[in-house]
């Protein structure tokens, strides 16, 4: 028997193989899926079915790609308004042999509609389920969002109350495998560790000890979460179905001539913050590679050409394998490295760095011409906030920015300084003549009044 | 957070990487440790902190290796009869810090004397442990074997049945770590399965069905265990602490010249059974690489001089890194491939593979000049055999062949033709003359019932 | 500057990766060809170039496919009689910029018509070629084959010596490349080693001592080559172009239960021809994994639905490549291992092995009803030959077994025992009842008459 | 056979292995060693004789730690004033078997006095050498440095005329494998191809135009080269033979506690250049890590201990990789990543980066308290230089800072302002108030030019 989790990191996803006797099932396959195949041949195990446990909104499923090389079935929850064109439809008490192991379906509605959960049994060891494939109903310390039927609030959150206890009632000893991990869009309580029982939370997830049902719904409710435009792109592909991922994950590799005359809609910077900070070649957009999962959403538009520009190619790599998985994966090509473009010659551009001392000097001299923009989520600027700073979300800067005036000098500040840097590019790239960046935002800020 | 398991097939063992916040822990390291110490680095973890279940039995512990290379702490339970000259004592209830998780102490006597379990806890949803490393007191479907103290045998059996009960005390929300699965030498009843809760074990693990501390006792005096020889190397190399693994893990090549020269005391050929059977060089054992964890150390005794014959460098690999884990790392060099060395002009031998309709006509015709040996286990045996079939266990053969005689006509069984290749392997080295393997064996057998 | 070459075991195929300043040119690319690209784009390089030296008789060019995977231009020789349909025609002093390398062609008929080398010039450093590409015309100790135009064959021979004048005056200090190295079905003379020059090639290439034209065609019309049938369908393929590698080269893993129920024209044994001998599966053909390059050809056919039987997945990888690499990759299946097969209730086959002293002794009694045949290629039978032994090459035998007597007993004889193997396999999967095999065959007789 | 380049990047070190039936020489190993054996052993060859061409000056030979694994016989050229420890003597006309190779020894002295380079034959091919491994005697493009004996300038440069002639008289078939390629400290002029022969040379190879011994003595004496201090150490590390390297090349992973607390000499902050112009813990000198063998020699004095800072654990890899190769290997460990540093509430400084607008402006009206600093090397600046900048070459400013006023204004430029950089985090963490770099630099100047 075999149970591996593969994990994407920057999206924070966590999909499986489980396998059995000469089968194997997968659950919730990224599209870069030839892994999956290879992980599981290697063992000699053929994969049989692959499980979503629910539509997907940051990211596009590998289910359809991984079948066409494999002949598995494609099994999907219930949505009648949504019905998956690649899948099979399961439901509640449906089960599916894995070897020795039986898969039971549990409907587990409340993130989205679609939601199942997907339970393990061992038929040699049967009494009791051994674990659950949980998606995004719970997470190890969280549970999923439920913002995303805005006209049905109250009532998916009900839902997934209700999921929620279905899920306890497999008892204490069953392992929980999420579709996430700490990072994830998907939710911003998630625990750093990955791994825990139906009982471990039941005793220690914040989110289950609410025991009344209404009271969760009101918690839900006061949630704040974010959803950026490329979201909508993700609803469409995850239901009719995506192509494979390119074979080689790679851009095509640019001189500089031709980075100069390539045809595209928007240039990425994926180096560090520091980096882009201290020189970069004008009009780029700051993504850097770790942080494209969370905000390439954003500020590229569903079919815009993207030329990606890094120092390594490995990062070249890394950045357009994010960008693949996200859909946004027109990528005309990559160029490596500034430096050696500013040295022939191009033009560049930098973000001065100020620090902690610089911003309380210019809170009090400053505030006619210039704002501090703190550009963290809004339940970060809840819990702590520097007096006299304006607050727009990063992501949403993509929009806000014109209600910015571009004649006025703004210091960005987040909880460290790397938001900071992509909402400051995004300024600059608009035109905005008097940017900087606030090197160790709030942490330092903090640190320094202790 | 981060939590890694290190699984080594062969020996079936399983050691575990944990980490937090740029520390980490190690359970039961092996002897070729560069791993650990890779992987916590690539993660930014330093290993602040090793751990030993227990005294292994079946393979080198790598903690003073890995120590010398990190300067870790090393943790071992409580044994002032056979104290670790290179590790801390660990007392019922320490406490240790890795990040933001607290490890624990268990003491859990039975399988050995200095057993521990270690529990974790995470700080930040402290409710509970998380999970425990279990080392070889409690396994996914079976419990620790209690026969190393022959002449304590009633009381290390019912140490083993409180310490149990001690982990089931922990709550079935936590996940067990054990120090092995399926496939080791320390326990036969092993599930395929590597991932259960206490509370799964609880409700399936046959032995902890029994609720009687005394019917627990006598179930655990009826099982046979094998001891090979070797675990009384591996009981003095893991007090005493043994050397690194060599840097690199590959025999040195042996042209055929060398082979013939190189000084030696036994001739190890690694290739599958059947290769054997077909054609091997006269006097060399036959140990297939996937099975030398289980019988090396039954033919190879301590501090003899091994070459290996193999067809291909990547098995030569793999066997001497079982060898090495085993101490078992006096090899001279090694050899491929066999064919060439036939075709090099070098004498061979074969042993004939005959089947079921074969073995059947012989024991009805021919039972005085000829034995059907089985050289299965003893509770294989027990389960089903095949009347008018002699029984000595393959391992024991190191020693039994001596109660055999050479004039006589062997044919050799065990449950597919493996071991029984082995074993007829190690008699015809010792110069009998007429053993040929029924491939196929107790299974063949078996399926020709039907 | 970069060149690299990928060498492909088994074909003893040589590609090349040539790049430099972003730009990068391939020749002759092997079917699975995302290595190139992905060797390419780490290190920066744009693939704008993919040359053939010829239409590859021995294996399917992955030009098309992997042009189709960055735009690359393909370009091939003249020949009016099979253009290539995906190719653009280069003639004799074209040239291409590859950063600031400039390759040229040089026309080099003979071994096929369109064949062409191609030089490299460092435009920094332009006095004389630096090396040259010379597929199959010159290798290192040995010159292509001249048997592909049977009608034309005193033709073609002088036309490679011409070419081979051509690349002779390129000047001494010209590296070589040529697309094949020792062990390849394109010659049987090449050195083992893979680096030289045009200089040291016309010191000591026993071909390029030949200096009358005439004395060259006697010599080429004077040699044996054989032609496996599937050379038709590379001809076909190369021609047409052949769609991309799977991608993942692995056969789908087969339970016991579905190797018995699939529909396939031929099974085929992977494991060594030592394992194939002591037991394997009724009526398989045998192909070790490493032979399938040179005999896949001869004894599966075009089209034909092929199940694998090895005994490690990782075996089933490379036999699964190595079919791919030539076209015969209607792969329906893999499935390991046998001995599980066999104690499963399988009914299995052995061949027996012999070795000198019997084959002697049989030489002396036996002929009227055994034969011993030998299969090795006709060159080696002129060398040294057993006085009795009848002759087939290997290959031969996918038809010529229809002349042999299946009620005849034979042994069967090769250099070593594995062709022996492999024909004995194809031999009793015919229905001839005794076959076995000399163990040692050709290097042990010998080594037995010192 | 076998023949394997393996290149170190950054040393832009080439070191081969050869192989011929079961024997493998390795030449002029690099100290991390491991990796000639695995890739040996790997291909069943056994390495029986290590080369060193000379003693290096830029790195740790890895000789005496390879022969401890496999007993190979180090052989070195003759110097009665610095015999090598742990090697035998290899003199003019020696030969060695490696299989079917001989390799034959030509004394080449000149670049130093023990310099040899090893001539491959093929016994099977043995009209003329096949190969020469020249060391630091002959590259692609350029010939060695010959300013290692200050006080036999002459005598030397004279020597190494008369090596090359022997080289060259091996023929123009001889390929060509030189100890360094393109980047190596040890050559400024080689090319970016690493493949050649001597007749290629011979045509194009400027220093091989030279045809008389006095010209060609007298370039040599014009010619400028740096020797960082830690040549010194290197010296003396390869007469008396060093210790193995590390078996885990990663620092030691520093918590930011533990990096505040560690007690070192320097702190090294191994991120890009930009990077460290945006923001840097105070104090650290920028060591981007692919230019640490270029620099770090200049600014590491030997035993001093090192801590390192980057962002990723990979870049602490690669930077202690080259520490280690450098003999500057007391690495107390490594830190990641400075944005969270200073998050956390540290202090960091930034260097302020300008173009060639600002650079204008400044000379024409600041030059009264600021100095526009070239570090390039000399050579560079005989090319081309800016009227009115002042010049240190980079590495030299490891003492020459003491000449400058830290109270005056410094702008530092190189060609492209990564190595200006290094120069002035080198002038900030001696007190230099007023330092920031030029960007883009003298290629951004030329550039603005056209």
């Not at 003549?433 to 202790?450: E, P, R």
Request: aromatic fraction near 8%.
């Amino acid at each position: 028997m075999y149970l591996e989790k593969i994990k994407t990191d920057g999206l924070s996803h966590l999909s499986y193989i489980l396998g059995s006797d000469g089968q194997a099932a997968v659950i919730d396959p990224r599209r870069d899926c030839d892994i999956y195949l290879e992980r599981a041949r290697a063992r000699g195990l053929e994969i049989t079915h692959i499980f979503e446990t629910h539509r997907n909104e940051d990211l596009i499923s590998g289910a359809p790609a991984l079948a066409a090389q494999c002949d598995a079935k494609i099994l999907h929850g219930y949505d009648p308004k949504a019905p998956v064109a690649y899948a099979d439809t399961a439901r509640e008490g449906d089960r599916f042999s894995i070897g020795q192991l039986r898969l039971e379906i549990l409907e587990t509605p409340g993130h989205t509609d679609d939601h199942i959960a997907i339970v393990i049994h061992d038929t040699a060891h049967d009494d009791g389920a051994v674990g659950v494939f949980t998606g995004d109903a719970l997470f190890v310390g969280d549970v999923g969002r439920t913002d995303f039927y805005p006209d049905r609030a109250e009532e998916v959150a009900g839902l997934l109350f209700d999921s929620l206890r279905k899920i306890l009632a497999l008892g204490d000893q069953a392992i929980i495998y999420p579709a996430h991990g700490a990072g994830s869009v998907c939710g911003s309580a998630m625990a750093e560790r990955e791994f825990s029982t139906v009982g471990h939370e039941r005793q220690n997830n914040p989110k289950l000890q609410i025991a009344e049902r209404d009271a969760f719904v009101r918690e839900k409710l006061g949630e704040v979460h974010y959803q950026p435009p490329y979201f909508r792109l993700m609803e469409r592909a995850n239901v009719e179905g995506w192509p494979a991922a390119p074979r080689v994950l790679a851009p095509r590799p640019l001189t500089l001539d031709r980075l100069d005359a390539v045809d595209c809609d928007v240039r990425v910077d994926v180096r560090d913050p520091e980096s882009f900070a201290a020189g970069h070649l004008p009009g780029c957009v700051c993504l850097p590679k770790d942080m494209i999962p969370a905000f390439a959403g954003w500020f590229i538009k569903e079919g815009q050409r993207v030329a990606l520009i890094a120092n390594t190619e490995t990062d070249l790599r890394v950045a357009m394998a994010h960008l693949v998985r996200m859909g946004l994966d027109d990528v005309v090509g990559g160029y490596s490295s500034v430096i050696n473009a500013i040295a022939a010659g191009h033009d560049f551009r930098s973000l001065p760095t100020i620090g902690t001392e610089q911003v309380r000097e210019r809170l009090e001299d400053n505030r006619d011409t210039w704002t501090l923009l703190d550009v963290r989520a809004a339940d970060e600027v809840k819990e702590n906030r520097i007096e006299g700073a304006a607050h727009i979300y990063a992501g949403e800067l993509n929009e806000a920015w014109t209600d910015l005036d571009p004649g006025r000098a703004y210091t960005v500040m987040c909880a460290s300084g790397k938001r900071a840097t992509i909402a400051a590019s995004w300024l600059a790239s608009k035109g905005f003549g008097s940017v900087d960046i606030y090197l160790g935002s709030m942490g330092a800020w903090t640190a320094a009044q202790d």
